[in-house]
């Protein structure tokens, strides 16, 4: 069931600063539309859509740079220049790219988007994922108001736990369970069976509960195991493609709890930060012009409250 129409602005201002990381992977992402998936066998030609640094964690820390005024990504990248081309994109959008450097190629991906805007992706590579033993600034965590999780080993999820509020994708949560390190919330896709998982199984279940169903809206469950649905926001515009909805998603999550919102509340903000992404091109806009690369660090500490939309529903 679709919902109201997301909002056309972002949170109001005027709650204390709000400091954010990811702690996560990157692919070197190039999106392409065709008619139909092709066959087995097929050939078929394709638009270029959208080119940039993707993948569950750049596109998170875009999302909570542009919501928190800037965002630290904590990641492992190969010496290349598909890691040169990442963070100089991440940090013209205010994203402090901190990377261990690997001696393996940083990964791409390929996405092909079908004329429903739904993508089916092909990731080409190891994932580079960042770990404890790497030498990266993870005692700033300590100080960071919320973090989202999408890899790294058991020690970097340990580092993560020191934010005041931890969300993480549900695709992790075979290390949620062996490192048996808890997190306030967890988020994933009823649709991909790679993010399907049972909390029960976790030593201690999270706080919240996010499983999306993309236009279905979803479901969210307290650690009590109470249930409610959300509905879907109605994109502002014809949906354009579904890349990085979910991402998108699981940032504004992060971001609203990280302001103190409560389960409803920040899941009706997540929801239309995503259908904003579905009727735009690509996950994120990339930026044009060359500027200098880095953080904004003007941005650092722009204001922000918990988000508010009226209007949205949800029911038990």
């Given at each position: 069931m679709t919902?109201?129409?997301?909002p056309r602005?972002?949170?109001p201002t005027g709650a204390p600063h709000l400091r954010a990381a990811v702690v996560g992977h990157l692919e070197w992402t190039t999106l392409a539309r065709v008619r139909q998936l092709p066959a087995r066998?097929?050939?078929?030609h394709a638009d270029v859509l959208w080119e940039g640094?993707?993948?569950g964690g750049a596109v998170a820390a875009v999302r909570l740079a542009a919501l928190a005024g800037a965002c630290t990504f904590f990641t492992a990248l190969g010496d290349d220049q598909e890691a040169r081309r990442s963070r100089?994109?991440?940090?013209?959008?205010g994203v402090e790219v901190v990377a261990a450097v690997r001696d393996r190629p940083t990964r791409s991906a390929v996405s092909l988007v079908d004329a429903s805007g739904e993508r089916t992706t092909t990731t080409l590579g190891a994932r580079l994922q960042p770990e404890e033993a790497d030498d990266l600034p993870w005692e700033t965590l300590r100080s960071c108001d919320t973090v989202y999780f999408t890899a790294g080993g058991a020690g970097a999820l340990a580092r993560a736990r020191q934010a005041a509020v931890l969300t993480a994708t549900s695709r992790e949560f075979p290390l949620l369970t062996t490192a048996g390190i808890p997190v306030d919330a967890m988020v994933g896709s009823a649709d991909d069976p790679a993010e399907r998982c049972d909390p029960t199984g976790l030593p201690r279940p999270p706080g919240l509960l996010v499983v999306t169903e993309g236009a279905q809206g979803g479901v969210y469950r307290a650690r009590d195991g109470t249930a409610r649905r959300y509905r879907a926001v109605r994109p502002p515009r014809p949906v354009v493609d579904c890349y990085g909805?979910?991402?998108?998603?699981?940032?504004?999550l992060a971001f609203a709890l990280g302001t103190g919102s409560g389960?409803?509340?920040?899941?009706?903000?997540?929801?239309?930060?995503?259908?904003?992404?579905a009727a735009t091109r690509g996950p994120y806009a990339v930026p044009r012009t060359p500027g200098p690369t880095g953080p904004h660090r003007s941005n650092r500490g722009a204001p922000c409250a918990p988000p508010s939309f009226s209007g949205t529903s949800t029911t038990p």
């Open positions: 919902g109201p129409p997301a602005h972002p949170p066998g097929d050939i078929v640094p993707a993948g100089e994109v991440l940090g013209r959008l909805a979910g991402d998108n998603f699981a940032a504004a389960a409803a509340e920040a899941v009706t903000f997540a929801a239309g930060t995503a259908a904003l992404c």
